[in-house]
Each structure stands twice: as structure tokens, then as C-alpha cells.
């Protein structure tokens, strides 16, 4: 593991950790950035060793922290906030990490003790259950207690989230509590941060066409059967992205076979649990969605494997569009000669490739394989945002 920084360090201001990171493991990498103003952690997790962690440096430029917390509590949130946000200007915070967040007056010590220069608090918190009227209330109260003069002299206010009239965004973020009368036609794309909100959801929402799974290392197929469609309408999905957690193709292809008008399908990562790739070629089902689905534009972003991508070509044979972001700079050339092969039968729709650009080395790879190995007669390749995208 990564030692605590001594003699090494870097001229970082702004990071972005788009992983899982524990808590530990974010004071190491902290150490070695002692110039840091901005940051932003989509999931942090408490520490698996629950050791007692002292934070040496003192980040004097730390000005705005973005955070998602799910399993952090708050006596750990108190405790990175005595380490870090002693200058801290801006504090964007979303929790579901259990109704302790709703303390005001634990809230007012900590920030008049530690936090003394906060001037923006953006502050979401979303409780995971079934809607009970005596939770809400109980959640109401507990807001109530954010109406005293400390936070009205700062112009910080708050309220619960019950929409009695009907839903005019676009998109919604289901796992809060949430009025069953509420009308969501005008909802086209809904974020799923956890399983059960899905199994604890009461509403419908008709008209919408994409969506995104952010659970966090929870399996996505116990809700495939029965939940998810209990909320929307499967076949009008157009749009599908999973992020942060794995899932496994024989979850893809379960979600395939009731999202049957999916155009575009976003994944951070795909695994085959163990199985042979043969085997799940052979699945009955597996073939049947091969043969229907109408999948055209794939993003991978950590490869890894050159088996997962050519099984993905083997599931989607109608691509016209796919793009790879990580993790595949071991098997370029490999990758290169599998996705752009003439002898494919699972590539003939395929028209343009988008590829992460890690160093130079990447572009002079990519151009070098399909000149020598006479891959494309006609094509235009062009680097964007270090992005290398090839058209045919």
C-alpha cells in the first residue's frame, strides 16, 4: 500500500477520485498534496480497520470539498473535519448515511469550531426506506431545527423534499422519500443509488427513457424481475448506465432481454464471474438477446480484459459506435486488431472507435497496427480532449 508522504509530493490543486476510497487511503494520497484547493469524491467509504487515523499536514489552501457519503457516519464526517476543513470556504455534501446528519446543533458546533470560514453549504441528505408518514414527520422536525438565528444570518436554509404538485424535472434521483400521488410524467431519466430504492419505490414513472445505476457494489439483478418494472416501462428504456460497481454479463444480459429498445449502454465494469466465455455464448438467453437486441453505441470505461470486450462485440453485433477508457494499455495492439478485424462477424456495423489517449505511444500504436496489418482502407483519426476517436 501507498505510505504516507515524507519527502515527495506534488503541486496538485484540483482532484477529482472517481473510485471507491476509503477513508485511510484518502489521508495517504492527501499527504502528498499539500497545495490542494479542490475536491470532489463521488463515494467515500469509512475505513474497513476502523483505526484511529491522524492527519499530520495541514491543507492551508482547501477551499471546496464535494462529497457523496453512503456509509460514512457522522462522528467520522466530524472527525475529517477537524483534519481538513479548517479553511474550508465551500462544502457541497450528499449523505444517506442515516438520520444522525440532521443534528443542527451538532452541525453549528462543527462549524463554528472547525469550519469557521463556510460561506456556501450545500447539504443533501436522502433517507433509504418505504415512505411512513410518522418518518417523514419525524424527518420534518428534525429540519425545523435548522431555523435558528445561526443559519438564518447566514442565509443557509432548509426543507424536506415532498412534492404535492406534479414533478417538472427531467430528471430525478430515486432514493429519498417520495409523495405516492406525485405526478412524474415529466421524468425521462431516473439515477438509482441503491437497489432498495427500487424495491421500496411506490411510484411510476412513464415516460422514462434512460437509466442510470449508481449502487455502489449492489447487485442490480434481484430488481430486473419484478421491481424495476413495477416502476417504469423497461421497453422504452433508449439508455442505460452503470457505474461505480461491476456487473456481470449474465446481469448485462438479463437487463438486455427487458430493455429491448436500448440504443446506447454505458458500463464502468464488466466481469464474467469465473465462468467460461464459451459457456456464456451457449446460454439460450444470452443467444436470443444476441440475435435482438439493437444496442448501436457501447462505452467501456475500465477494460481490462480482452475476453470481456470481444464478448461484448459477440452481445451487441449491431454496434456503430464504441469507446474504451482504462485499464487496456497492456492489450492495445490486441484490442485494435479485435475491434477493427475484417474477418469479425461481430464489426460490421461498426463505424467509428473511441479510445482514452494515455501517452503518445497510444496514437503511434493505434495507427501503426491498422497501417501494418492493412486493418482500414479509408478512415480519419483525430485526438480530442486525449481522446483519440477513429472513423471509417
Known sequence: SLPVATNRYSLIEHLVIKNY??????????????????????FLLRSVKR????????????????LKLAQLDFHDFELLAKDLFHNLQVLRLYVSAGITYLDADRWQNLILSHIPNLAIFDFQCIWFGTPEKNMMSTYENLIKNFTSSFWI?????????????????????????IEEKSNFDSVHHIVIDSVNAIMNCRNYFPNTTKLTFECHGDSICNSLDNSLPRIISPEKLT???????????????????????????????????????????????????????VVKDLTLIY????????????????????????????????LIRLILSKTNNNNHHLSSLCISKKTDKTEETLK??????????????????????VWW
Open 21 to 42: 476510497i476509503e477513508l485511510d487511503t484518502l489521508y495517504v494520497i492527501l499527504s502528498y498534496v499539500p497545495q490542494i484547493r479542490h475536491l470532489s469524491i463521488p
Open 51 to 66: 483505526q484511529n487515523i491522524t492527519f499530520s499536514i495541514t491543507l492551508n489552501n482547501l477551499s471546496y470539498i464535494c
Open 153 to 177: 444570518q447566514r442565509q443557509w436554509f432548509f426543507s424536506t423534499q415532498y412534492p404535492l404538485k406534479p414533478y417538472k424535472r427531467t430528471t430525478f434521483t430515486l432514493g429519498g422519500l
Open 239 to 293: 439508455e442505460i448506465v452503470v457505474r461505480y460497481a461491476p456487473i456481470s454479463f449474465m446481469e448485462l444480459v438479463k437487463l438486455l432481454s427487458v430493455a429491448v429498445n436500448l440504443h446506447r449502454l454505458s458500463l464502468d465494469h464488466i466481469s464474467i464471474d469465473g465462468i467460461n466465455p464459451v459457456t456464456i455464448q451457449q446460454n439460450v438467453v444470452f443467444q436470443s438477446v444476441s440475435k435482438k437486441n
Open 303 to 334: 477494460g481490462r480484459s480482452l475476453k470481456n470486450v470481444e464478448l461484448l462485440f459477440a452481445l451487441c453485433p449491431r454496434l456503430q459506435h464504441f469507446a474504451v477508457h482504462n485499464e487496456f494499455t497492456s492489450f492495445l495492439a490486441r
Open 368 to 389: 501503426m497496427v491498422i497501417k501494418n496489418d492493412r486493418l482500414l482502407d479509408d478512415y480519419m483519426v483525430e485526438c480530442v480532449d486525449n481522446k483519440i476517436y
